[in-house]
Each structure stands twice: as C-alpha cells, then as structure tokens.
C-alpha cells in the first residue's frame, strides 16, 4: 500500500462526508502543490534520471492480459566502477500503490535507492505499476473505458510481476534481485505464495521495505474510517473505475474528512503514513503533486485486507459473483506458508510506520518464522515511518546501505 491509498479510499467513502465535501467538484481542477513538477511527457527517464549524470533507457513489457508497463533502467552508476568484468546484477524496484517509479527518485542521487544502486555497482530497473502515468497502455483498451480499471493486485501478482521478471531476465542473462516497497512487498510475497514458475525461477533474493500481509493492526485513522466503511463497494458499482488523484484536490478532500471526524491533519503525510523522522519538506510536496491513478477496485481489495484480517482474492462480497469467479461462496485465501523458505529474504520494518504496523508484520514474521536462517534478514528501525524508506534523507545509510549488503552477500 502506498502512502496515500487509504485517505484515498476515504474520499471514496463519500456519502459519510459528502456534505463536509460540498464543494468537491468545484475544485475538481485544483492540484496540489506544484513546486517542484517537471514535464512528465518526456519520460521517467529525461525528466529525473539523465539530468542527475547518469545514463537511462526507457523500456516497455506487455503483459498477458494486454497492459504495456513501462520500465526504466539504469545501467550503470556515476563513476562508471570497473566491475572486474562481470556484469551487473540487476535489481528491479517496485514502488507502491498511489506513487510511481518517480518516488524512488526524488531525492539527490547520493541519497536516492535506484542511484545509490547504481553507483554501487548494480544494474537498475524501476517498474511503474498499471494505471500509473508512464503505464497507462493497453492493447485494446483505453484509460477513459472502465474496462481498462477492472484489476487488483491480484491480475498484478499473475500478469505484471512474472512479465517484469521474464524481461529483465531476458535482458540481461541473470537472475534477479529485487526490491518491494509496500503494496510492492505484498505482489511480490504472493508471487512466491503462488509458486509462480517465471518468479521463482528468475528471483535471486527479495528486499522487503514496510512489507504488507497483515492489515488488520493499521493505525492510520484516516485509512481505518475509509476501510470500515463498505460506501467503497457502493462507490465502485456505481462505476468510478479509476481514481486519479491529479484529477481533483486530493488535499483538501483529504482536509475535509480530517475535519468532519476531528482527526489531526495539520501534516498530511503523518496522518497518512505514520511519524515519518527524516523527510525534506520540499520533497515531500514533490511527492505529493506526483500522486499516481491506480484502479478503485484495487483500493477496495486492499480495504479488504484490512477488514478481513487476511489476504484473499477479491472478494466481490456477493455470493454469485465469488461462485462465477472461483466456483466457491469465499475467495481463495492465498497461503504465505507456501513461500519457498531457501529464497533470500531481506524484511525492513519501522516502529512509526501508521500503515505497516508492528503487530501486522510481526504476523509475516510468524508465518516466516522456518525460513532458512542464513537467508533471512530483519531489520528493525525504531525511528522510521512508511514514506522515510522512499524519501528519508537518511535513508541510504539507515536502509539502504544494508540492502546492498544483503544482495552482495547472496549474489
Ligand atoms: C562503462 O564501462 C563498461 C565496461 O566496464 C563499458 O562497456 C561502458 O561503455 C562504460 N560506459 C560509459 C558511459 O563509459
Ligand atoms: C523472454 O524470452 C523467452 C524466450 O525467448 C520468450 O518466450 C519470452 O516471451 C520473453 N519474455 C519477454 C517478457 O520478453
Ligand atoms: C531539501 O531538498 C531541497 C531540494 O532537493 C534542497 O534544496 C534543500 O537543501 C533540502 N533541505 C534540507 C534541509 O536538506
């Protein structure tokens, strides 16, 4: 789950607060802050990686189901270090739901993930999930259709994830590190869940930041109010299909709710995603005017995760639909003790983070708890909360520093 993904699914609980929004759709071209935007159209590449010193391809997959993602690689770092002539291992980053692979690449080089890779020897690719601005292609289907809406991370986990593996394998000969963040843990953790053949085959190890199973101990209030309440459901039949923060102020939407159940929201980015310590303010509004679309059935899965305590397919929550779908009355629940226990796991966790709490990842733990000790990594910091791990200022030292590690150590 991304920063924003439950105020999100707050706003869409509309009927509850409708009246404290009353003027939402007279500010549905506001945006939030602008300082900081540079021109999208000219690619992830060219707009934030180039003009830092270092070289960028864009590339592009197509998935089973017909989804072109954009993918963005880094090479090499800076300085160009000799590698003895080997090549570099690739890492593949995927970022959040309600963000894009531009998270990843706010912050100055010498503190960003993607570069700080770079430099240190690795081959970076930067995924950008479905819906998200650079991956908004279909082959039949356009953004307006709701067709082009109708997934959850569930289509992510059988499509967009062995699709990115089978290309960054393809490309460069050598199985895969990889790095999750959030929503990005849970596709990934799945994928193994599932046993997925191209996933197990081509993933050397698995960096885990704020990792997502568990839910159910959230203590976002804000993301609780949305997640409790089912107006989410009523508002997707009634055809919203996708949620486009670009499209409205999400800020003040969010202000309002704030208002309406005296939550305090002085600081967006704390009532949403924890304490974080370590955030720049400028790039915190960069971050925020940056917000990516993503589909409202797949905010309403992961309210689902909180509301049932467990992660299942989607639940259609009406009998005949989960029949037609999966030949049952209940979704699949989807068995993490099925993850292979010899693949290397690296799991970062912070004790501010208001989205992956404690409790909830020390239930992942549990699950985890016969992996293989020689492939299990965990980390614990105290200080961190869910937006520090993408654009802490500290974050290479305090995290990334130790992911490196890791990778080095089962490479
Ligand atoms: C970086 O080094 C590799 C070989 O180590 C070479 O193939 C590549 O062209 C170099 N790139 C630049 C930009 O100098
Ligand atoms: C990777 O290569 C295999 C074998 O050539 C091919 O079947 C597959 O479609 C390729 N995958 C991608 C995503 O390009
Ligand atoms: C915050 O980030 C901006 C933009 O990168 C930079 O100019 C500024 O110096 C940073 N402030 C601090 C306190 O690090």
Redesign the pocket.
């Known amino acids: 789950m991304g920063l924003l993904g439950y105020a999100v699914l707050a706003i869409l609980s509309v009927p509850m607060v409708l009246a404290a929004v009353g003027n939402f759709q007279a500010q549905a071209s506001v945006r939030g802050p602008t300082s900081g935007i540079k021109l999208l159209n000219d690619g992830l590449c060219a707009s934030f990686v180039t003009n830092q010193g270092y ?1 960028c391809d864009e590339h592009e997959v197509t998935t089973k189901d017909g989804f072109t993602l954009s993918l963005q690689r880094i ?2 770092g800076r300085k ?1 270090v ?2 003895g ?1 080997a090549k570099r291992p690739p890492v593949l980053i995927q970022h959040g739901v309600m963000v894009g692979g531009m998270s990843w690449v706010l912050n100055p080089p010498d503190e960003n993930l993607p570069m700080s890779l770079a430099d240190s020897g690795y081959d970076v690719w930067i995924a950008n999930a479905r819906g998200t601005i650079y991956s908004q292609r279909h082959k039949f289907l356009r953004p307006a259709e709701p067709a082009f809406w109708d997934w959850t991370f569930d289509d992510m986990v059988i499509n967009d994830v062995p699709a990115m593996f089978d290309y960054v394998y393809n490309q460069t000969g050598q199985k895969i590190h990889y790095v999750g963040h959030s929503l990005g843990t849970l596709v990934a953790l799945l994928s193994l869940a599932e046993r997925n053949e191209v996933v197990l085959n081509r993933m050397k190890s698995a960096a885990l930041l704020c990792p997502i199973a568990y839910l159910s101990h959230i203590t976002t209030e804000i993301a609780n109010i949305a997640a409790k309440t089912f107006i989410a459901e009523m508002t997707a039949m009634s055809g919203t299909s996708e949620f486009d923060p670009n499209r409205i102020s999400v800020v003040s939407a969010i202000k309002a709710i704030c208002d309406t159940h005296r939550i305090k929201c002085d600081d967006l980015m704390t009532a949403i995603s924890g304490s974080n310590c370590c955030l720049n303010s400028t790039v915190v509004n960069v971050f925020l005017a940056h917000l990516q679309p993503t589909a409202t059935k797949n905010l309403i899965h992961l309210s689902q995760v909180i509301r049932f305590g467990e992660v299942t397919k989607f639940n259609y929550e009406m009998p005949d639909l989960n029949i037609k779908n999966y030949g049952s009355l209940f979704p699949p629940r989807y068995d993490l003790t099925k993850i292979p226990s010899d693949i290397p796991l690296f799991l970062s966790y912070g004790g501010k983070d208001a989205l992956s709490d404690i409790t909830d990842v020390l239930m992942l733990l549990d699950i985890l708890k016969s992996h293989d000790l020689d492939k299990f990594s965990v980390q614990f910091i105290k200080d961190y909360a869910h937006a520090d791990y993408v654009i802490g200022y500290n974050a290479k030292e305090v995290v990334y520093d130790y992911v490196i590690a890791f990778f080095r150590k089962h490479q």
């Open positions: 070289k090479p090499e160009n000799s590698n002539g």
